[in-house]
């Protein structure tokens, strides 16, 4: 009968040796072996002896900023402890001699350089300060006198050692996919990974036991499956790498797995640590839920995002077709991924043809207006497509009016030929005809209801007008309106289109990527540090501008071919996508 746990062969025989896990889904772990490094994070006092042997582990060696983590690590780390060789499970091993030697247990708990300092991942650190050296004690203890047929003995007798060293790490599944991709050509998180340094021929006297690389992220997610705590979880994983360390494969067969599976029981029942074996665990999700297919979506999930840090400090996001869905509205997802953005610290500025009042309208609805939301009145961000740009305290540092002759001409030819026209004028929408498609544009796409004007001379006498947008079906824009006013506004104009059945007239040289530049200079933010997101023509300056710019499925041709990817719709929560896949 095969292993519950499917197989992995062996990649190339070399010196070092890798056991990969990847529980609770149905891949294998295995040994595997790579050259050893001439890399090291060893205390400075035991160099020598990794020099001499070239024994390193590359996963902290060439993985991590080495520097920063003896800096951190040392002040968490767990020191020198001395544990009796016997005695730590009276209940299944002889009791301990007396005056038996002292064993060294030298433990660092690390914490890779790209996971946030979040409060739960730091006190679970801790935490492993006293529970690694615990589990090694009594693991060790096991070994004594021990019967098991499966296990490799390489690793047996710790008594000759005045010192065992063992490395555990915490990291996001960001970076433990690209070690499972590097060693064993897996390219998909798994929960733990462990890395044995002991080659039995060397005779040195430190046991240099390894490393064990587990995923907090993937460890969260277990541990909400299986109903305890995040440090139950850990506390497994951990477990379960250090008993790979020690020769345990469940891998080889059902009589290992089995061993194996029995040892990760007695241990944390010992240790009176909550929570199933690894092996147990992930039998029974097996058997309650079936085959599990690997999930190689680069996509966080909603919830993880603590584990990452923002790869961007700004995401400048457009409304229409892309924050809004074609109903014009936020969905409760993407509403969610942004305030897990705005929680990581990450500024979320609006980019938009819309007014502001407009803006806060369509969040209000999701409660993300106000002081501790996206926008208000005292925010920045850039609106009209460019033409009214809000700084700090959300005061005005740009503004740029229309050409008055042509504010005249386009409304004349609204009354002629009947086609609704609006003008707008800061924080106002101004027009001369009564018509549903005007109420429209209060009712579906939140901008303020439009003041009906008595003459095209009080419209223009009263107001400074930035923008007008014709309203018609989308076959009127593109084969009527568009091309009339492309002619003749000439050099005084320019037409836009944010919406298929809308066209727009703004000053020339408008662009929301002046908008987004200035209002960045004025931050003094560089553009690396911006995530743009967009989906119509107006978005391509912004896009082309940003670090990163997704142009939503649904948009532009033009915005699609200057953006870096094409992210999904906004009928597909493509803003949250954009935001779990790129902003971490």
Request: proline share 5%; glycine share 6%.
């Amino acid at each position: 009968m095969l292993s519950r746990l499917s197989r992995l062969r062996p990649l190339r025989p070399m010196a070092a040796r890798l056991v990969s896990h990847a529980l609770p889904s149905t891949t294998a772990a295995a040994f595997f072996h790579r050259p050893p490094s001439h890399y090291s994070l060893v205390p400075p006092s035991l160099r020598s002896y990794a020099s001499i042997s070239h024994l390193a582990s590359s996963v902290f060696g060439r993985r991590l900023n080495t520097s920063r983590y003896e800096h951190r690590i040392v002040s968490r780390g767990l020191g020198k402890v001395f544990a009796s060789q016997r005695g730590y499970r009276k209940v299944r091993r002889r009791p301990a001699k007396s005056k038996e030697k002292e064993l060294e247990l030298s433990v660092n708990i690390c914490i890779e350089e790209q996971l946030p300092d979040d409060p739960e991942t730091l006190d679970i650190a801790e935490m492993l300060r006293l529970n690694v050296p615990m589990a090694m004690k009594l693991a060790f203890d096991g070994l004594k006198d021990s019967e098991y047929k499966t296990r490799d003995p390489a690793i047996d007798d710790v008594g000759r050692f005045a010192t065992v060293e063992l490395s555990v790490l915490l990291c996001n599944d960001e970076f433990i996919r690209k070690l499972n991709k590097d060693w064993r050509d897996e390219d998909h998180a798994t929960d733990v990974l462990s890395m044995s340094q002991h080659i039995p021929e060397l005779k040195l006297p430190i046991l240099m036991l390894g490393d064990i690389v587990i995923s907090v992220e993937t460890a969260a997610k277990q541990a909400k499956e299986r109903g305890h705590t995040l440090l139950d979880e850990t506390r497994i994983l951990m477990v379960h790498g250090l008993l790979h360390l020690l020769g345990f494969d469940h891998e080889i067969s059902d009589e290992a797995e089995a061993e194996m599976e029995k040892e990760e029981e007695l241990l944390l029942k010992s240790l009176g640590w909550k929570g199933k074996g690894l092996i147990q665990s992930a039998y029974d999700t097996e058997i309650n839920s079936g085959p599990r297919m690997d999930n190689r979506d680069d996509r966080k999930k909603e919830g993880s995002l603590r584990f990452y840090k923002p790869k961007f400090s700004y995401i400048f996001c457009d409304m229409d077709g892309t924050l809004l869905n074609s109903e014009s509205q936020i969905s409760s997802t993407t509403a969610k991924a942004l305030r897990e953005a705005l929680s990581r610290g990450v500024k979320v500025v609006i980019a938009t043809g819309k007014t502001r009042p407009a803006v806060i309208s369509a969040l209000k609805m999701v409660e993300l207006a106000g002081k501790d939301g996206i926008i208000s009145e005292f925010s920045p961000g850039v609106f009209l497509q460019g033409l009214l740009v809000y700084g700090r305290q959300g005061r005005e540092i740009f503004r740029r009016n229309l050409d008055p002759s042509v504010c005249r001409e386009a409304f004349l030819y609204s009354l002629e030929q009947k086609i609704p026209l609006i003008a707008f004028s800061e924080d106002r929408c101004l027009t001369l005809i009564d018509h549903p498609l005007v109420d429209s544009l209060h009712t579906i796409y939140h901008e303020p209801k439009a003041e009906i004007i008595p003459s095209i001379d009080h419209l223009l006498a009263g107001a400074d007008i930035q923008k007008m947008i014709f309203l018609d079906t989308a076959e009127g824009v593109a084969t009527t309106l568009r091309p009339h006013w492309s002619e003749a506004t000439s050099d005084r104009a320019t037409v836009v289109q944010a919406q298929p059945d809308m066209l727009e007239i703004v000053p020339p040289g408008t662009s929301k990527g002046s908008g987004v530049k200035m209002l960045l200079d004025h931050l003094g933010v560089n553009a690396k540090e911006v995530m743009a997101i967009g989906d119509g023509e107006n978005d391509v300056e912004m896009l082309e501008l940003a670090s990163f710019g997704i142009a939503l499925s649904n948009g532009s041709d033009k915005a699609k071919a200057v953006a870096d990817v094409i992210g999904a719709s906004n009928d597909e929560d493509g803003v949250a996508d954009a935001i779990y896949r790129y902003a971490f």
